[in-house]
C-alpha cells in the first residue's frame, strides 16, 4: 500500500501526514508514505489545491486537511478483506 501526500511542505501538509501516520499506526496497516512536493505532478494526478492525499494512486482528498479517522475509513476500505 501506497499513501501519497500532495503539498509544498507546510504545516496544513505535515498536519496531513501526520495524520495518515496516526491512521496507518491505530490500524496496524503497514505502508510507504511518501510526500509529492513537485507542483509539476499536482495537475496530472488531479491535484488542484494542496493538501492532497492519494491512496494507491486514488486521490480522497485535496485542498484540506484530512481527519485521522478519515484517513483510517479510506485505509480500511483500501485494504484486501
Given at each position: 500500500?501506497?499513501?501519497?501526500?500532495?503539498?509544498p511542505g507546510?504545516?496544513?501538509?505535515k498536519?496531513?501526514?501526520?495524520n495518515?501516520?496516526?491512521?496507518?499506526?491505530?490500524?496496524?496497516?503497514?505502508?510507504?508514505?511518501?510526500k509529492?512536493?513537485?507542483?509539476?505532478?499536482?495537475?496530472?494526478?488531479?491535484?488542484v489545491?494542496t493538501?492532497?492525499?492519494a491512496?494507491?494512486?486514488e486521490?480522497?482528498?485535496?485542498?484540506?486537511?484530512?481527519?485521522?479517522?478519515?484517513?483510517?475509513?479510506?485505509?480500511?476500505?483500501?485494504?484486501?478483506?
Amino acid at each position: 500500500m501506497k499513501i501519497e501526500i500532495f503539498g509544498p511542505g507546510c504545516a496544513r501538509c505535515k498536519q496531513t501526514e501526520q495524520n495518515a501516520l496516526q491512521a496507518l499506526l491505530s490500524l496496524g496497516i503497514d505502508a510507504a508514505v511518501i510526500k509529492i512536493e513537485d507542483i509539476r505532478e499536482y495537475a496530472p494526478r488531479g491535484v488542484v489545491f494542496t493538501p492532497a492525499l492519494a491512496i494507491d494512486g486514488e486521490l480522497k482528498c485535496t485542498g484540506r486537511i484530512p481527519s485521522t479517522e478519515e484517513i483510517e475509513m479510506w485505509l480500511h476500505e483500501a485494504v484486501p478483506h
